[in-house]
């Protein structure tokens, strides 16, 4: 069974740090191209970062442009987005997502080129 699971959300001051994490299991993720999307209520999904398959390149909105770096370790068939400098307006539900290399080119962060989602992992950024 094919599953993506995120952790690390919480609960943090703004300024503070959060690493999260998207493990894969069922497939090899070092076929897929991974991005990290957020949701917040009442507003539209938004792609935050992506990275290639090959971990060579990456993508991220201008609004974490900075603060916000993806990685991967396929070894241990993980994803990641270490998050800095948090700030209220990045509170949100994060969402990892994976796209077959062969489906997209290098890093996308558009939703619809991605199959594969995981349940979301809740950040919150409050004092």
């Known amino acids: 069974q094919l599953q993506l699971v995120e952790s690390g959300g919480g609960l943090v001051q703004p300024g503070g740090s959060l690493r999260l994490s998207c493990a894969a299991s069922?497939?090899?993720?070092?076929?897929?191209?991974i991005g990290w999307f957020r949701q917040a209520p009442g507003k539209e999904r938004e792609g935050v970062s992506c990275i290639s398959s090959g971990g060579i390149s990456t993508n991220y909105a201008d609004s974490v442009k900075g603060r916000f770096t993806i990685s991967r370790d396929n070894a241990k068939n993980t994803v990641y987005l270490q998050m800095n400098s948090l700030k209220p307006e990045d509170t949100a539900v994060y969402y990892c997502a994976a796209a077959e290399r062969t489906v997209v080119l290098g890093t996308s962060r558009q939703a619809d080129d991605y199959d594969y989602w995981g349940q979301g992992t809740q950040v919150t950024v409050s004092s």
């Open positions: 069922g497939f090899t993720l070092d076929y897929y191209v």
